[in-house]
């Protein structure tokens, strides 16, 4: 399966267009067609803009834009699963580096000596193991709670500041 670049830049030479032609129909710059034919992707704005150009692109070719992004998201596909490979599995930011196991079974070399904790933890830390110990969901919910108490209170701060001037006679 060719990559969406060069699916764009074979379309256009088999249709005998030059890459300046194509940057006219498109009002795409030269070198970011350039770019985005030989799948430089880093190079230009952001994915958003990769996505738009090449629509635009196939549009220009008489192309069905599905297909070429189709393209698109099976390379996006690709490499999400080669950045899984890479990726050593490591313990989450804060977590305690000896706790990675979850069975109580005792190790091989025998009890490992207790090891002081810091007594500083940070709110990452600190957040970070009450989503694991709450869930996936569970910590999505403490998000909704902790912004609908801040919303809370500021509509408490609202109302006690109008109410700090007395109706009335006094």
């Not at 129909?25 to 030269?30: C, E, G, L, S």
């Not at 490979?85 to 706790?99: H, K």
């Not at 490992?112 to 957040?127: D, H, T």
Request: hydrophobic content about 40%.
């Amino acid at each position: 399966m060719p990559s969406p670049g060069r699916y764009i830049k074979d379309q256009r030479k088999r249709q005998g267009m030059s890459i300046d032609q194509l940057a006219a129909a498109t009002k795409i710059p030269r070198t970011s067609l350039e770019l985005l034919e030989s799948d430089e992707h880093d190079a230009l704005p952001g994915p958003v803009f990769v996505k738009g150009f090449l629509r635009c692109c196939a549009r220009a070719l008489g192309l069905e834009p599905e297909v070429v992004m189709e393209l698109v998201y099976e390379r996006e596909r690709e490499l999400l699963v080669a950045r899984r490979r890479e990726r050593p599995s490591a313990p989450v930011d804060g977590a305690d580096p000896d706790a990675v196991s979850n069975s109580t079974a005792p190790s091989e070399t025998g009890p490992e000596p207790a090891q002081p904790r810091a007594q500083g933890v940070s709110a990452g830390a600190s957040l970070a193991s009450l989503g694991r110990g709450i869930g996936r969901g569970g910590v999505s919910v403490m998000l909704w709670v902790a912004v609908a108490l801040f919303v809370a209170m500021v509509v408490m701060a609202a109302f006690n500041m109008l109410g700090a001037s007395p109706i009335g006679p006094t």
